[in-house]
Antibody
Framework: EVQLLESGGGLVQPGGSLRLSCADSGFAFNSYVMSWVRQAPGKGLEYVSVISGGGNTIYYADSVRGRFTISRDNSNNRVYLQMNTLRDDDTAVYYC????????????WGQGTVVTVSS | EVVLTQSPGTLSLSPGERATLSCRASQSVSSDYLAWYQQKPGQAPRLLVYGASSRATGIPDRFSGSGSGTDFTLTISRLEPEDFAVYYCQQYGGTPLYSFGQGTKLEIK
């Protein structure tokens, strides 16, 4: 059974930084595209960023470009989201998700980690 | 930019009834790259349908997707108690790369 486990969430002040991590217990991690999707309290889903299996193709949503950085460590089956210059509207549950290619939906999701940006 | 609009916002039905959820795109969705997800309170979304009409692994056949271009539909033929949840459509491969509809809440009448 594929399991994605996020960590690193917490309370941070506006302007601060946080690094999220997602561990994948599945096989052939480097064959999968990994993404971050977030959901603000009581709101819908918002794509944040995606990284290809080899790490050479990366996309960001306009709302986070220039502030967030996605990366992956294929030797440890992990994907990361470095979040800088955090704003109140970055408050959300952050989900890690995987798919077979960039042009595919998200087949598997983690349970999410909560990020709260507040003074 | 592809914007997805779901309707209705809330759908109130009883178990055993048929549910029809709509997702309309502001421009044609390339190659029918349209997916549907189910999300229950406190849980992550679950993929139901991809490619507009293909069921994901393990999804019961009471769930079916249809449509093309700009108009898509998720149909649940006979509602089970566990089907009451929020449903999202998603396009992938367009501009932006991914976008979601605002969701339809399916509640028990």
């Amino acid at each position: 059974e594929v399991q994605l486990l996020e960590s690193g969430g917490g309370l941070v002040q506006p302007g601060g930084s946080l690094r999220l991590s997602c561990a994948d217990s599945g096989f052939a991690f480097n064959s999968y595209v990994m993404s971050w999707v977030r959901q603000a309290p009581g709101k819908g889903l918002e794509y944040v960023s995606v990284i290809s299996g080899g790490g050479n193709t990366i996309y960001y949503a306009d709302s986070v470009r220039g502030r967030f950085t996605i990366s992956r460590d294929n030797s440890n089956n992990r994907v990361y989201l470095q979040m800088n210059t955090l704003r109140d509207d970055d408050t959300a549950v952050y989900y890690c998700a995987k798919g077979s290619t960039v042009v595919r939906p998200f087949d598997y999701w983690g349970q999410g980690t909560v990020v709260t940006v507040s003074s | 930019e592809v914007v997805l609009t779901q309707s209705p916002g809330t759908l109130s039905l009883s178990p055993g009834e048929r549910a029809t959820l709509s997702c309309r795109a502001s421009q044609s969705v390339s190659s029918d790259y349209l997916a549907w997800y189910q999300q229950k309170p406190g849980q992550a979304p679950r993929l139901l349908v991809y490619g507009a009409s293909s069921r994901a692994t393990g999804i019961p056949d009471r769930f079916s997707g249809s449509g093309s271009g700009t108009d898509f539909t998720l149909t649940i033929s006979r509602l089970e108690p566990e089907d009451f949840a929020v449903y999202y459509c998603q396009q992938y491969g367009g501009t932006p790369l991914y976008s979601f509809g605002q969701g339809t809440k399916l509640e028990i009448k």
